[in-house]
């Protein structure tokens, strides 16, 4: 099992950078590909983008070009750098692990953090 705990969340002026970071507990956290997803006000919980056990990653067509996924297995961490922040970036983020590949869907992840407030503000 993989414990999940978000962090790195606040409010920030648009054109602002955040980088949230997640910090992982359990021995198959190397074994784990890794994902961020987050959800606005009254919308469904959206992915984000995704790291494969050995670094690969993948994004969603918003997110590429100013979000960067990346891990760090020795202190099991896993983070996600938010440049140019724009208010529809506003969401609740939330860290998961999966036990697939390339895991680009809500379905194919196995464990969940609590997740961490973003606000931009205009």
């Known amino acids: 099992q993989v414990q999940l705990v978000e962090s790195g969340g606040g409010l920030v002026q648009a054109g602002g950078s955040l980088r949230l970071s997640c910090a992982a507990s359990?021995?198959?956290?190397?074994?784990?590909?890794m994902g961020w997803f987050r959800q606005g006000p009254g919308k469904e919980r959206e992915f984000v983008a995704g790291?494969?056990?050995?670094?690969?990653?993948f994004y969603a067509d918003y997110a590429k070009g100013r979000f960067t996924i990346s891990r760090d297995n020795a202190k099991e961490m896993v983070y996600l750098q938010m440049e140019n922040l724009k208010p529809v970036d506003t969401a609740v983020y939330y860290c998961?692990?999966?036990?697939?590949?390339?895991?680009?869907?809500?379905?194919?992840?196995?464990?969940w953090g609590q997740g961490t407030q973003v606000t931009v503000s205009s």
């Open positions: 359990g021995r198959s956290f190397t074994s784990a590909a």
């Open positions: 998961a692990a999966s036990r697939h590949a390339f895991p680009d869907d809500r379905r194919q992840y196995d464990y």
């Open positions: 790291i494969s056990r050995t670094s690969n990653t």
